[in-house]
């Protein structure tokens, strides 16, 4: 059985600042491991995804994660938070072959001024 | 170029009625997954098929709920004597098999809601 957990419901940068958002999961299998983001009204888009090999990853719009398997955590990161980064982001786990993806209940990144 | 295509985007239906809901997946994908994503919550899986068939299915479809791929192409996912409890975002996604892991590309989703 795989879970996702993200900590933190609500996030609020400053223009500028660091974005960090946390996931940490649970998995009987190496995960595969991804971030999603859903802006209002829309689907979801892919940041980024671990599946094998390095474990830094980068993504898109600037944004990073790193797989760390001792602390089975996958935090998304981003030096410098712009406003179009507003939205919601989430976590998920997916096994081998490409099945079903269990996802994290988001976090709902807000960047002010 | 053609992502996945969802319609309708928005559907409000009295409690009682049978609602359908189309995904059309990106062409040539093999695999197509339906989700069910509520007010707050990250999405949940429903089931997926390979090709036309039917190779998984969560608990939470249930009887009330059907869904099927018959040429392999589109899919539609059919929820029968709807409740309030149904409303949410449906949300479909693709991907092609090719060894490794299949990105799975989301589509807009359905939005329903249940008067």
């Known amino acids: 059985a795989q879970s996702v957990t993200q900590l933190g419901s609500h996030v609020s940068v400053s223009e500028g600042a660091l974005v960090l958002l946390r996931c940490n999961y649970s998995s009987s299998v190496p995960p595969y491991l991804f971030w999603y983001v859903q802006y209002p009204n829309q689907g979801l888009q892919l940041l980024l995804k671990?599946?094998?090999?390095?474990?830094l990853v980068k993504g898109i719009n600037g944004f990073e994660a790193e797989f760390k398997k001792s602390e089975t955590s996958f935090h998304l990161t981003k030096p410098s938070a712009h406003m179009s980064d507003a939205a919601e982001y989430f976590c998920a786990v997916g096994t081998g072959g490409g099945n079903k993806l269990t996802f994290g209940t988001g976090t709902q990144l807000k960047v002010e001024l | 170029d053609t992502g996945v295509s969802q319609d309708p985007r928005h559907k409000i239906t009295k409690r009682g009625q049978n609602v359908t809901f189309r995904c059309d997946p990106i062409?040539?994908?093999?695999?197509l997954y339906w989700y069910r994503q509520t007010l707050g919550q990250g999405p949940e899986f429903l089931t997926y098929f390979q090709n036309e068939a039917q190779l998984e299915k969560s608990r939470l479809l249930s009887d009330r709920f059907s869904a099927e791929r018959p040429k392999g192409s589109f899919s539609t996912l059919e929820i029968q004597r709807t409740e309030q409890g149904d409303s949410a975002m449906y949300l479909c996604a693709s991907s092609l098999t090719s060894g490794g892991y299949n990105e799975q590309f989301f589509g807009p989703g359905t939005r329903l809601t249940v008067l």
């Open positions: 062409s040539e994908h093999n695999r």
């Open positions: 671990y599946t094998t090999g390095a474990t």
